[in-house]
């Protein structure tokens, strides 16, 4: 739920029919591609969306990188080679996408906005919903003692934050116990209205977000984590939010990420070693490609509202949904 341009150029703009007896044997050959690629150029490569030439879009982006001279430039003529290599296999097979860039997210969601004419409300809905449900999936209400029914969900100002806002509704509504953390409250008409909904509904707010880790262990199940979404950075939503961050990084009790986990970078996964290290991760519409690194025991996709065309498009090949589900396991 990010803007941005494509960072694959024009290929991204091809909506191929997959074949299936040539994608069936090779599931995993187009993230291959793209987790090498992320490793030599970072996705940061200019030479993508500018009008500049090859050359001079390599040599700025070894500039860029802090780098000079020959190796510099070599390196980066090597990273762009494999990007086009990886890009023109992918679509000459009809490679599956199992991840969609920051670029290609966007690009997904405006098809959805402008194209469809979805509400951005209606998105928001369906994904917190959907978060909701998930963690009903991996927290089961009957298995739970009755004081082990409270979650402490922690929102940010950008749109995972109104995510996080209906999953704590939904929650409450599934007979759960929510408490909800939002240090730094937006003046969006949309973060105002659920914020008024979840109060109405007696969801208590927390003041502040205690420093004694054990606290929240103890008072707490689990904890939902709705700060950052793909595209935003921690220094972009204030202090409360980036120690509400330093606080969860030290918790025992299971943490569940919405989208990607709160800082990590949504290409690579960087910070995936010192960041957060969630138990679960519920990707919306479709996972990002940090989700490559996610190690946790529970990774759900909430994306049953994506049309059929507009997965054809993005030539996303993702897990059935089961019945009337509307997560899949992954």
Not at 67 to 82: E, I, N, Q, T
Not at 284 to 313: I, N, T, Y
Request: proline share 8%; glycine share 8%; charged share 20%.
């Amino acid at each position: 739920m990010t803007a941005g341009a494509h960072a694959l150029g024009p290929w991204n703009e091809l909506a191929l029919p997959c074949a299936s007896s040539t994608t069936r044997g090779l599931p995993r050959l187009r993230l291959v591609f793209e987790t090498l690629t992320a490793s030599l150029a970072g996705f940061h490569s200019p030479v993508y969306g500018t009008d500049e030439g090859t050359d001079e879009g390599l040599q700025l982006w070894a500039r860029e990188r802090g780098g000079g001279g020959v190796r510099a430039w070599l390196r980066a003529l090597v990273a762009h080679l494999w990007l086009q290599l990886s890009v023109c296999l992918s679509v000459c097979l009809c490679l599956p996408t199992l991840t969609l860039s920051t670029a290609e997210a966007a690009a997904l969601e405006r098809e959805l906005l402008e194209d469809y004419r979805f509400g951005r409300q209606q998105l928001v809905e369906w994904c917190g919903h959907a978060s909701a449900v998930a963690v009903t999936k991996v927290f089961p209400l009957p298995a739970l003692p009755r004081k082990q029914r409270t979650a402490l969900v922690v929102c940010g100002p950008e749109q995972n934050g109104a995510v996080g806002l209906v999953c704590a509704r939904h929650l409450r509504v599934f007979e759960y116990e929510p408490t909800i953390f939002y240090p730094t409250r937006s003046p969006d008409p949309l973060h105002r209205d659920l914020t008024t909904q979840c109060e109405k509904m007696d969801i208590p707010f927390l003041s502040y977000l205690p420093a004694e880790v054990q606290l929240i262990n103890s008072a707490y199940r689990l904890v939902v984590d709705a700060v950052l979404g793909p595209g935003v950075e921690p220094a972009e939503v204030g202090g409360p939010c980036t120690r509400a961050l330093a606080t969860l990084k030290l918790l025992s009790i299971p943490l569940v990420s919405l989208d990607i986990p709160s800082g990590w970078d949504p290409e690579t996964g960087g910070d995936a070693e010192d960041g957060l290290r969630p138990d679960v991760l519920v990707s919306l519409a479709a996972p990002k490609r940090c989700a490559g690194r996610f190690s946790g025991r529970h990774h759900f996709v909430a994306g049953r509202f994506v049309p059929d065309d507009v997965r054809r498009k993005f030539a996303l090949r993702l897990p059935g949904y089961t019945g009337t589900d509307c997560i899949a396991a992954l």
